[in-house]
């Protein structure tokens, strides 16, 4: 997604290019993430990783609407990029971090 919000703030390509990035990682997001929590938590606790998860995820979709909303009107298109590109590449921080804990 850092690739696409780059494209989307750095150049003039069409948005579906980047539109198309993000329709691709997205549908990656669902098969990794869950995945990834058998190996994170005890098998004892898996229902509660589950879950954990979910409620995370679903605040997410309930909080940065508001706050990206609150960014494009005060500040502009170009911070609500900016704020996609910086929480992308946190992501891929964690990312690493997360593959380095499993290793």
């Known amino acids: ?20 990035i ?18 994170l938590v005890k098998p004892m606790q898996l229902g509660t990783g ?17 706050i990206v909303s609150q960014i494009r009107i005060n500040y502009g298109f170009f911070a609500t990029i900016s704020f996609y590109l910086v929480n992308s590449l946190v992501s891929v921080v964690f990312s690493m971090l997360l593959l380095e804990a499993l290793a």
């Open 1 to 20: 997604m850092s690739v696409a919000h780059s494209l989307f703030l750095f150049t003039y390509i069409t948005p579906y290019v980047g539109m198309a």
């Open 22 to 39: 993000i329709g691709i990682a997205w549908s990656q997001f669902g098969s990794t993430i869950y995945t990834c929590i058998p190996k």
């Open 50 to 66: 589950i879950g954990m998860i979910l409620v995370s995820n679903n605040l997410s979709y309930l909080i940065y609407p508001i």
